[in-house]
Protein backbone atom coordinates (compact mmCIF):
# COMPACT_ATOMS: atom_id res chain seq x y z
CA UNK A 1 0.00 0.00 0.00
CA UNK A 2 1.47 3.44 -0.79
CA UNK A 3 1.96 5.94 1.54
CA UNK A 4 -0.16 8.49 0.18
CA UNK A 5 -3.01 6.15 -0.40
CA UNK A 6 -6.12 7.01 2.09
CA UNK A 7 -7.55 4.10 3.90
CA UNK A 8 -11.62 3.94 3.74
CA UNK A 9 -13.08 4.18 6.50
CA UNK A 10 -16.63 2.79 5.48
CA UNK A 11 -18.00 -0.03 3.09
CA UNK A 12 -19.35 3.48 0.60
CA UNK A 13 -16.50 5.25 0.97
CA UNK A 14 -14.71 1.98 -0.45
CA UNK A 15 -17.00 2.36 -3.40
CA UNK A 16 -16.68 6.10 -4.08
CA UNK A 17 -13.11 5.74 -4.40
CA UNK A 18 -13.38 2.82 -7.00
CA UNK A 19 -12.69 4.64 -10.33
CA UNK A 20 -15.52 2.54 -12.22
CA UNK A 21 -17.68 3.65 -9.36
CA UNK A 22 -16.28 7.26 -9.45
CA UNK A 23 -17.09 7.38 -13.49
CA UNK A 24 -20.93 6.20 -12.85
CA UNK A 25 -21.33 8.96 -10.24
CA UNK A 26 -19.80 11.56 -12.47
CA UNK A 27 -21.70 10.60 -15.20
CA UNK A 28 -24.69 11.00 -13.86
CA UNK A 29 -24.75 14.45 -12.52
CA UNK A 30 -26.19 17.06 -14.34
CA UNK A 31 -23.12 19.49 -14.83
CA UNK A 32 -21.12 20.53 -17.55
CA UNK A 33 -18.22 22.50 -14.90
CA UNK A 34 -15.85 19.99 -13.80
CA UNK A 35 -14.97 22.03 -10.86
CA UNK A 36 -18.57 21.49 -9.84
CA UNK A 37 -18.75 18.01 -10.32
CA UNK A 38 -15.58 17.51 -7.88
CA UNK A 39 -17.02 19.83 -5.21
CA UNK A 40 -20.36 17.47 -5.29
CA UNK A 41 -18.12 14.39 -5.54
CA UNK A 42 -15.72 15.67 -2.54
CA UNK A 43 -19.05 16.19 -0.50
CA UNK A 44 -20.75 12.45 -1.10
CA UNK A 45 -17.38 11.33 -0.05
CA UNK A 46 -16.58 13.28 2.62
CA UNK A 47 -20.69 11.82 4.41
CA UNK A 48 -19.45 8.22 3.12
CA UNK A 49 -16.27 8.99 5.57
CA UNK A 50 -17.91 10.25 8.57
CA UNK A 51 -21.87 9.16 8.22
CA UNK A 52 -24.07 10.01 10.59
CA UNK A 53 -25.77 7.85 13.32
CA UNK A 54 -29.04 8.20 11.26
CA UNK A 55 -27.72 5.85 8.13
CA UNK A 56 -24.69 4.10 10.64
CA UNK A 57 -26.85 0.94 10.12
CA UNK A 58 -27.76 1.05 6.20
CA UNK A 59 -26.47 -1.34 3.91
CA UNK A 60 -23.92 0.16 1.90
CA UNK A 61 -25.87 -1.22 -1.61
CA UNK A 62 -28.76 1.34 -0.78
CA UNK A 63 -26.52 3.93 0.59
CA UNK A 64 -24.75 3.84 -2.90
CA UNK A 65 -28.26 4.21 -4.15
CA UNK A 66 -28.83 7.50 -2.96
CA UNK A 67 -25.67 8.76 -4.02
CA UNK A 68 -26.35 8.04 -7.24
CA UNK A 69 -30.17 9.24 -7.27
CA UNK A 70 -28.78 12.84 -5.33
CA UNK A 71 -25.97 12.99 -8.57
CA UNK A 72 -28.12 12.45 -10.89
CA UNK A 73 -30.61 15.41 -9.78
CA UNK A 74 -27.42 17.54 -8.40
CA UNK A 75 -28.08 17.66 -5.05
CA UNK A 76 -25.53 17.79 -1.55
CA UNK A 77 -26.94 14.57 0.31
CA UNK A 78 -27.85 14.89 3.78
CA UNK A 79 -25.37 18.14 3.77
CA UNK A 80 -25.46 21.81 5.38
CA UNK A 81 -27.75 23.11 1.77
CA UNK A 82 -30.60 20.44 3.37
CA UNK A 83 -30.93 19.45 -0.56
CA UNK A 84 -31.59 15.42 -0.44
CA UNK A 85 -31.67 12.94 2.70
CA UNK A 86 -30.75 9.60 2.78
CA UNK A 87 -33.47 8.29 5.73
CA UNK A 88 -33.40 4.72 6.31
CA UNK A 89 -36.02 2.33 6.47
CA UNK A 90 -34.88 -0.53 8.37
CA UNK A 91 -31.65 -1.34 7.62
CA UNK A 92 -32.44 0.17 3.50
CA UNK A 93 -31.36 3.52 2.71
CA UNK A 94 -34.18 5.53 0.56
CA UNK A 95 -33.39 9.25 -1.07
CA UNK A 96 -35.82 12.05 0.40
CA UNK A 97 -36.26 15.40 -2.00
CA UNK A 98 -36.05 18.26 0.38
CA UNK A 99 -37.92 21.55 0.22
CA UNK A 100 -34.20 22.97 -0.64
CA UNK A 101 -33.57 20.51 -3.13
CA UNK A 102 -37.24 20.73 -4.67
CA UNK A 103 -36.36 24.74 -5.11
CA UNK A 104 -33.16 23.83 -6.81
CA UNK A 105 -35.35 21.77 -9.33
CA UNK A 106 -37.65 24.48 -9.94
CA UNK A 107 -35.79 26.90 -10.50
CA UNK A 108 -33.62 24.69 -13.04
CA UNK A 109 -37.14 24.15 -14.67
CA UNK A 110 -37.91 28.10 -15.41
CA UNK A 111 -39.02 29.23 -12.51
CA UNK A 112 -38.11 32.78 -11.39
CA UNK A 113 -39.66 32.93 -7.52
CA UNK A 114 -41.44 30.48 -5.75
CA UNK A 115 -43.31 31.99 -2.64
CA UNK A 116 -45.02 29.78 -0.31
CA UNK A 117 -46.27 30.46 3.34
CA UNK A 118 -49.63 29.31 5.60
CA UNK A 119 -52.94 30.71 5.41
CA UNK A 120 -54.61 30.97 8.97
CA UNK A 121 -58.13 31.38 9.33
CA UNK A 122 -58.08 35.17 10.61
CA UNK A 123 -55.90 36.25 7.44
CA UNK A 124 -57.15 38.00 4.90
CA UNK A 125 -56.22 36.77 1.25
CA UNK A 126 -57.67 36.52 -2.42
CA UNK A 127 -57.03 34.14 -4.91
CA UNK A 128 -57.52 33.57 -8.64
CA UNK A 129 -56.14 30.83 -10.95
CA UNK A 130 -53.32 32.40 -12.01
CA UNK A 131 -52.12 34.56 -8.34
CA UNK A 132 -52.48 34.22 -4.74
CA UNK A 133 -52.21 37.61 -2.42
CA UNK A 134 -51.95 37.31 1.37
CA UNK A 135 -52.62 39.97 3.88
CA UNK A 136 -52.01 39.70 7.45
CA UNK A 137 -50.81 41.61 10.19
CA UNK A 138 -47.87 40.70 12.98
CA UNK A 139 -50.13 40.32 15.33
CA UNK A 140 -49.81 36.52 16.99
CA UNK A 141 -53.50 35.78 16.67
CA UNK A 142 -53.74 34.59 13.05
CA UNK A 143 -55.82 31.77 14.19
CA UNK A 144 -55.51 28.15 13.50
CA UNK A 145 -53.54 27.17 10.20
CA UNK A 146 -56.26 26.34 7.64
CA UNK A 147 -54.39 25.85 4.37
CA UNK A 148 -51.00 26.12 2.63
CA UNK A 149 -50.45 28.22 -0.52
CA UNK A 150 -47.29 28.30 -3.63
CA UNK A 151 -46.85 30.84 -5.95
CA UNK A 152 -44.57 30.14 -9.30
CA UNK A 153 -43.64 33.19 -10.65
CA UNK A 154 -41.70 31.65 -14.17
CA UNK A 155 -38.80 32.93 -16.27
CA UNK A 156 -41.36 34.83 -18.96
CA UNK A 157 -43.44 36.67 -16.01
CA UNK A 158 -46.45 34.82 -15.79
CA UNK A 159 -47.50 33.15 -12.73
CA UNK A 160 -48.79 29.68 -11.44
CA UNK A 161 -50.34 29.08 -8.42
CA UNK A 162 -51.35 26.11 -6.15
CA UNK A 163 -53.70 26.33 -3.16
CA UNK A 164 -54.58 23.36 -0.32
CA UNK A 165 -56.63 23.08 2.72
CA UNK A 166 -55.78 21.42 5.53
CA UNK A 167 -57.73 18.34 4.67
CA UNK A 168 -55.85 17.63 1.76
CA UNK A 169 -52.63 18.09 3.55
CA UNK A 170 -53.30 16.27 6.12
CA UNK A 171 -54.40 13.42 3.33
CA UNK A 172 -50.75 13.16 2.41
CA UNK A 173 -49.54 13.14 6.16
CA UNK A 174 -51.54 9.91 6.61
CA UNK A 175 -49.86 8.58 3.50
CA UNK A 176 -46.49 8.89 4.78
CA UNK A 177 -44.57 6.78 6.68
CA UNK A 178 -43.14 8.97 9.20
CA UNK A 179 -46.96 10.49 9.82
CA UNK A 180 -46.36 10.62 13.99
CA UNK A 181 -43.08 11.24 14.20
CA UNK A 182 -40.01 13.65 13.08
CA UNK A 183 -40.78 16.90 11.09
CA UNK A 184 -44.83 15.94 10.71
CA UNK A 185 -45.25 16.55 14.29
CA UNK A 186 -42.51 18.92 15.55
CA UNK A 187 -42.72 21.31 12.50
CA UNK A 188 -46.23 20.68 10.71
CA UNK A 189 -45.85 24.00 9.29
CA UNK A 190 -42.58 23.46 7.36
CA UNK A 191 -43.91 20.06 5.85
CA UNK A 192 -47.13 21.40 4.75
CA UNK A 193 -44.67 24.06 2.52
CA UNK A 194 -43.22 21.09 0.90
CA UNK A 195 -46.26 19.45 0.48
CA UNK A 196 -47.74 22.40 -1.43
CA UNK A 197 -44.50 22.97 -3.35
CA UNK A 198 -43.95 19.22 -4.31
CA UNK A 199 -47.92 19.61 -5.86
CA UNK A 200 -47.21 23.17 -7.88
CA UNK A 201 -43.84 21.33 -9.21
CA UNK A 202 -46.29 19.37 -11.19
CA UNK A 203 -46.66 22.97 -13.05
CA UNK A 204 -43.11 23.02 -13.86
CA UNK A 205 -41.46 21.41 -17.11
CA UNK A 206 -39.16 18.79 -15.69
CA UNK A 207 -36.63 16.79 -17.35
CA UNK A 208 -37.44 13.39 -17.59
CA UNK A 209 -34.48 12.31 -15.72
CA UNK A 210 -35.65 14.54 -12.89
CA UNK A 211 -39.20 13.95 -13.08
CA UNK A 212 -39.14 10.32 -13.14
CA UNK A 213 -36.31 10.45 -9.36
CA UNK A 214 -39.07 13.30 -8.20
CA UNK A 215 -41.66 11.14 -8.28
CA UNK A 216 -39.45 7.55 -6.99
CA UNK A 217 -38.97 9.88 -4.25
CA UNK A 218 -41.99 10.36 -3.58
CA UNK A 219 -43.31 7.04 -3.33
CA UNK A 220 -40.91 6.39 -0.95
CA UNK A 221 -41.67 8.93 1.12
CA UNK A 222 -45.31 9.50 0.69
CA UNK A 223 -46.44 5.92 -0.60
CA UNK A 224 -48.23 7.83 -3.89
CA UNK A 225 -47.05 9.01 -7.38
CA UNK A 226 -46.82 12.09 -9.07
CA UNK A 227 -47.84 13.92 -5.38
CA UNK A 228 -51.62 13.31 -5.98
CA UNK A 229 -53.20 14.48 -3.14
CA UNK A 230 -56.66 15.41 -3.87
CA UNK A 231 -59.23 13.91 -0.83
CA UNK A 232 -60.90 11.10 -3.08
CA UNK A 233 -64.92 11.99 -3.23
CA UNK A 234 -64.16 15.11 -1.66
CA UNK A 235 -65.37 18.29 -3.84
CA UNK A 236 -63.39 21.12 -4.48
CA UNK A 237 -64.54 24.51 -3.56
CA UNK A 238 -64.61 26.92 -6.74
CA UNK A 239 -62.28 30.36 -5.83
CA UNK A 240 -64.37 33.18 -4.46
CA UNK A 241 -62.12 36.15 -5.10
CA UNK A 242 -61.42 37.78 -2.33
CA UNK A 243 -63.74 35.84 -0.02
CA UNK A 244 -61.63 33.29 2.05
CA UNK A 245 -60.76 30.77 -0.82
CA UNK A 246 -60.00 27.91 2.36
CA UNK A 247 -63.31 28.44 3.63
CA UNK A 248 -64.41 25.11 2.46
CA UNK A 249 -61.72 23.53 5.10
CA UNK A 250 -63.82 25.09 7.87
CA UNK A 251 -67.26 24.56 6.66
CA UNK A 252 -69.42 22.03 7.74
CA UNK A 253 -70.18 18.78 5.27
CA UNK A 254 -73.47 18.62 3.88
CA UNK A 255 -76.08 16.51 5.13
CA UNK A 256 -75.75 12.79 3.07
CA UNK A 257 -77.89 12.59 -0.17
CA UNK A 258 -79.94 9.63 -0.60
CA UNK A 259 -78.54 7.16 -4.04
CA UNK A 260 -80.33 8.18 -7.09
CA UNK A 261 -81.13 5.55 -9.58
CA UNK A 262 -78.42 4.34 -11.45
CA UNK A 263 -78.19 5.98 -14.95
CA UNK A 264 -78.34 3.44 -18.03
CA UNK A 265 -74.74 2.93 -19.04
CA UNK A 266 -73.59 5.42 -21.71
CA UNK A 267 -71.75 4.35 -25.10
CA UNK A 268 -68.19 4.13 -24.59
CA UNK A 269 -66.11 7.12 -26.01
CA UNK A 270 -63.21 7.01 -28.04
CA UNK A 271 -60.46 7.76 -26.57
CA UNK A 272 -58.01 10.32 -27.78
CA UNK A 273 -55.60 10.03 -30.38
CA UNK A 274 -51.82 9.77 -28.71
CA UNK A 275 -48.90 11.49 -30.53
CA UNK A 276 -45.99 9.44 -31.22
CA UNK A 277 -43.24 10.90 -28.97
CA UNK A 278 -40.55 10.32 -31.67
CA UNK A 279 -41.92 11.03 -34.98
CA UNK A 280 -44.76 13.21 -34.00
CA UNK A 281 -47.21 11.61 -35.46
CA UNK A 282 -50.97 11.49 -34.43
CA UNK A 283 -51.49 7.56 -33.38
CA UNK A 284 -55.09 6.48 -33.39
CA UNK A 285 -56.00 4.31 -30.78
CA UNK A 286 -59.08 2.85 -32.32
CA UNK A 287 -56.81 0.98 -34.85
CA UNK A 288 -54.88 -2.62 -34.18
CA UNK A 289 -50.83 -1.47 -34.65
CA UNK A 290 -49.72 -3.26 -37.84
CA UNK A 291 -47.71 -6.34 -36.73
CA UNK A 292 -48.61 -6.62 -33.35
CA UNK A 293 -48.51 -10.16 -31.12
CA UNK A 294 -51.58 -11.42 -29.85
CA UNK A 295 -52.46 -10.23 -26.97
CA UNK A 296 -50.23 -10.64 -23.28
CA UNK A 297 -52.93 -12.28 -21.99
CA UNK A 298 -54.97 -10.76 -18.59
CA UNK A 299 -54.52 -7.11 -18.53
CA UNK A 300 -53.53 -7.40 -14.80
CA UNK A 301 -51.35 -10.00 -14.70
CA UNK A 302 -49.43 -8.88 -17.70
CA UNK A 303 -48.66 -5.55 -16.28
CA UNK A 304 -47.80 -6.06 -13.38
CA UNK A 305 -44.84 -8.56 -14.91
CA UNK A 306 -44.41 -5.92 -17.20
CA UNK A 307 -44.16 -2.85 -14.19
CA UNK A 308 -41.79 -5.60 -11.95
CA UNK A 309 -39.64 -6.51 -14.51
CA UNK A 310 -38.80 -2.84 -16.08
CA UNK A 311 -38.11 -1.80 -13.10
CA UNK A 312 -35.94 -3.96 -11.52
CA UNK A 313 -33.68 -3.55 -15.23
CA UNK A 314 -34.09 0.39 -14.88
CA UNK A 315 -32.51 0.22 -11.10
CA UNK A 316 -30.00 -2.07 -12.60
CA UNK A 317 -29.12 0.82 -15.37
CA UNK A 318 -29.80 3.61 -13.51
CA UNK A 319 -32.48 4.90 -16.07
CA UNK A 320 -36.01 6.30 -14.75
CA UNK A 321 -38.72 3.71 -13.16
CA UNK A 322 -41.92 3.43 -15.18
CA UNK A 323 -44.63 3.93 -11.99
CA UNK A 324 -47.47 3.17 -14.53
CA UNK A 325 -47.59 1.52 -17.82
CA UNK A 326 -49.62 3.70 -20.02
CA UNK A 327 -51.64 2.96 -22.70
CA UNK A 328 -48.81 4.48 -25.12
CA UNK A 329 -46.09 1.78 -22.89
CA UNK A 330 -47.86 -0.90 -24.06
CA UNK A 331 -48.56 -0.59 -27.70
CA UNK A 332 -44.55 0.51 -27.58
CA UNK A 333 -44.27 -3.09 -25.82
CA UNK A 334 -46.41 -4.53 -28.33
CA UNK A 335 -44.73 -3.31 -31.21
CA UNK A 336 -40.85 -4.59 -29.84
CA UNK A 337 -42.42 -7.78 -28.80
CA UNK A 338 -43.64 -8.87 -32.49
CA UNK A 339 -40.38 -7.05 -33.61
CA UNK A 340 -38.43 -9.57 -31.84
CA UNK A 341 -40.89 -12.44 -32.44
CA UNK A 342 -41.59 -13.18 -28.57
CA UNK A 343 -45.09 -13.49 -26.94
CA UNK A 344 -44.23 -14.56 -23.70
CA UNK A 345 -44.10 -11.48 -20.92
CA UNK A 346 -41.14 -12.97 -19.31
CA UNK A 347 -39.16 -14.28 -22.47
CA UNK A 348 -39.32 -10.90 -23.86
CA UNK A 349 -38.10 -9.57 -20.03
CA UNK A 350 -35.44 -12.16 -20.84
CA UNK A 351 -34.65 -11.18 -23.94
CA UNK A 352 -34.72 -7.10 -22.84
CA UNK A 353 -31.80 -7.60 -19.35
CA UNK A 354 -30.07 -9.65 -21.98
CA UNK A 355 -29.56 -6.83 -24.78
CA UNK A 356 -30.24 -3.45 -22.53
CA UNK A 357 -27.92 -4.58 -19.66
CA UNK A 358 -24.84 -4.33 -21.68
CA UNK A 359 -25.39 -0.46 -21.85
CA UNK A 360 -23.41 1.93 -20.22
CA UNK A 361 -23.61 5.57 -19.16
CA UNK A 362 -20.93 6.26 -22.18
CA UNK A 363 -23.62 5.16 -24.61
CA UNK A 364 -26.02 7.54 -24.16
CA UNK A 365 -23.61 10.06 -22.93
CA UNK A 366 -24.41 13.31 -25.40
CA UNK A 367 -28.19 12.14 -26.72
CA UNK A 368 -30.22 15.42 -27.24
CA UNK A 369 -32.89 13.34 -25.36
CA UNK A 370 -32.91 11.81 -21.78
CA UNK A 371 -32.57 8.26 -22.08
CA UNK A 372 -34.75 6.34 -20.65
CA UNK A 373 -36.47 2.39 -20.96
CA UNK A 374 -38.93 3.79 -23.29
CA UNK A 375 -35.95 4.96 -25.96
CA UNK A 376 -34.02 2.13 -25.91
CA UNK A 377 -37.02 -0.32 -26.25
CA UNK A 378 -39.35 1.47 -28.70
CA UNK A 379 -39.39 0.15 -32.82
CA UNK A 380 -38.25 3.40 -34.39
CA UNK A 381 -40.01 4.97 -37.35
CA UNK A 382 -38.55 6.88 -40.83
CA UNK A 383 -34.75 5.90 -40.49
CA UNK A 384 -34.31 6.83 -36.54
CA UNK A 385 -31.63 5.29 -34.70
CA UNK A 386 -33.03 1.37 -33.38
CA UNK A 387 -30.92 1.42 -30.22
CA UNK A 388 -32.26 -1.73 -29.09
CA UNK A 389 -30.81 -3.89 -32.56
CA UNK A 390 -27.06 -1.95 -31.94
CA UNK A 391 -26.86 -2.92 -28.40
CA UNK A 392 -28.12 -6.14 -30.05
CA UNK A 393 -24.99 -6.26 -32.46
CA UNK A 394 -22.78 -5.09 -30.35
CA UNK A 395 -22.61 -1.65 -30.65
CA UNK A 396 -21.04 -0.23 -27.26
CA UNK A 397 -18.94 1.33 -25.50
CA UNK A 398 -15.04 -0.08 -26.37
CA UNK A 399 -12.78 -1.80 -23.11
CA UNK A 400 -10.14 0.32 -24.26
CA UNK A 401 -12.42 3.08 -24.71
CA UNK A 402 -13.71 3.05 -20.91
CA UNK A 403 -10.20 2.96 -19.78
CA UNK A 404 -9.47 6.36 -21.00
CA UNK A 405 -12.45 8.01 -19.61
CA UNK A 406 -11.28 6.40 -16.33
CA UNK A 407 -7.90 7.51 -16.43
CA UNK A 408 -9.65 11.08 -17.17
CA UNK A 409 -12.22 10.46 -14.41
CA UNK A 410 -8.86 9.73 -11.71
CA UNK A 411 -6.87 12.82 -13.30
CA UNK A 412 -10.03 15.16 -12.80
CA UNK A 413 -10.60 13.90 -9.07
CA UNK A 414 -6.80 13.69 -7.91
CA UNK A 415 -7.10 10.52 -6.54
Same mark, same amino acid.
Given at each position: ?SE??I???T?L ?8 ? *?M? !?M ?8 KT @???LMQQ ?8 ? @?S ?7 S???C ?6 L??Q ?5 H *???A??Y?N?A?L??E??GL????R? $?G ?10 E?D =?YE ?11 L?? %??G?AV????KLV?? %? $?SN *? ?7 E !?EH??? @?? =??KNS?P ?7 M???T????A????E ?6 G???QA?K?EF ?6 V ?5 ? =?A? +? ?6 L????? +?E ?6 A?PEP? @?P ?5 A? !??P ?5 ? +?? %???MP?S ?14 LAR ?10 PV ?6 S???LL??RM?E ?10 N???A??G??T???? #??W?EA ?6 I?V?K?G? +?D??? =?LA #? ?5 P?E ?6 A !? %????GW
Open positions: MNQVARPEAQLRDPGR *QE !IRAMPFDSP @KHAFVDLARNPP @KIANASPALFEVLGAARGLLNGPL *QASVCGTQIVYRVKLMA $GVKEIHTGLVHN =KWTERDFRLSRTSD %DREGAYCMQ %D $G *QCEVMTKA !IVRQ @KS =KAGWVTDWGQARKVLRRANLVLREREALLADTQFEDAEEIRGAP =KA +PKGSQAVEAAKA +PPPPVPPAP @KKQQAPE !IDETGEVI +PT %DLPGPPSLGKPKAADTVHSQRLAKRLGLWQKLTERRRKEAEGLKDTQAFWRAEVLRVPAYY #EGSASLDVLRPRN +PHWT =K #EGQVLKHQQEKAS !I %DELM
